[in-house]
């Protein structure tokens, strides 16, 4: 997923309740409080899908991260720490 920040943290657990209906504690039970690969990759693909729809509709749609980029996972089409202003619009 790349960095995560308190707003990508949210997201990342909004789409994994809202789809897949699983929620911290459901990572939480793992000893070794790592996330299990097919979960992540099933989880990234949906965020990315999220990213790049919102993007599709326009700039007022796009997702921000705190640090003022868009906001990246793995699948999205641009690069981690892209800025808003480096975007063109579809």
Not at 17 to 27: H, K, L, M, R
Not at 35 to 50: D, E, G, H, P, Q
Not at 74 to 86: E, H, I, K, Q, R
């Amino acid at each position: 997923f790349g960095i995560y920040s308190e707003t990508k943290y949210k997201l990342i657990l909004e789409i994994s309740e809202e789809i897949f209906g699983w929620t911290v504690s459901d990572f939480d039970k793992d000893p070794n409080s790592v996330m299990k690969t097919t979960r992540s990759v099933r989880i990234a693909n949906y965020v990315s899908k999220y990213l790049l729809e919102q993007y599709k509709k326009g700039r007022e749609h796009w997702v921000i991260d705190e640090d003022g980029s868009m906001m990246w996972v793995l699948g999205c089409s641009w690069a981690s720490g892209t800025m808003p202003d480096n975007m063109t619009e579809i």
